[in-house]
């Protein structure tokens, strides 16, 4: 029986590029750098320990437990000071999210043509790996809710001892 070659398919353009890979991309546009820039100075000026004064969290203020992203720039501020330890007791996952979020806000501060040339490099990256960085987001806030239903039941504290 003799091969049949099989027409090859083309490429989607971008208008049907599916939701996960526009959902990823978004996250290198300038203004993503920006914010990611802004993040990593806060954690830079705040101190390690937070501002007792400052409280955003509605669900901690009202139910005494943390948001999925309660304690996560308190993480970054002992992150960036070396303390391993109590960064991951303010949010567990912010030792492997905010290097990348701290990484993207360097970018932003890069020249414009060194910055697109990164961009293109992390595009094809997060074009291959866009199902594991949707499964990381997914995973950041799952288990913030469960540490929230912790905390609320009283089985664990936050931040954690």
Excluded at 94 to 105: E, F, H, S
Aim: net charge positive.
């Amino acid at each position: 029986m003799a091969d049949v070659a099989l027409p090859s398919l083309p490429a989607l353009p971008d208008s049907e590029a599916t939701p996960t890979k526009r959902g990823l991309a978004s996250l290198l546009s300038d203004g993503w750098l920006r914010a990611c820039a802004l993040f990593t100075l806060v954690t830079l000026l705040m101190p390690a320990e937070g501002v007792s004064w400052l409280d955003f969290c509605p669900a901690m203020r009202f139910t005494g437990a943390p948001c999925p992203g309660c304690g996560i720039t308190r993480c970054g501020a002992n992150l960036l000071r070396g303390d391993l330890d109590r960064a991951f007791r303010y949010h567990p996952l912010g030792i492997l999210v905010l290097p990348a979020v701290n990484g993207l806000g360097v970018l932003a501060l890069l020249p414009r043509l060194r910055r697109e040339r990164i961009r293109r490099v992390l595009a094809r990256w997060l074009s291959a790996w866009g199902r594991l960085g949707l499964a990381v987001v997914v995973g950041f806030f799952l288990l913030g809710w469960l540490r929230w239903l912790l905390v609320f039941l009283g089985w664990i504290s936050f931040p954690m001892q």
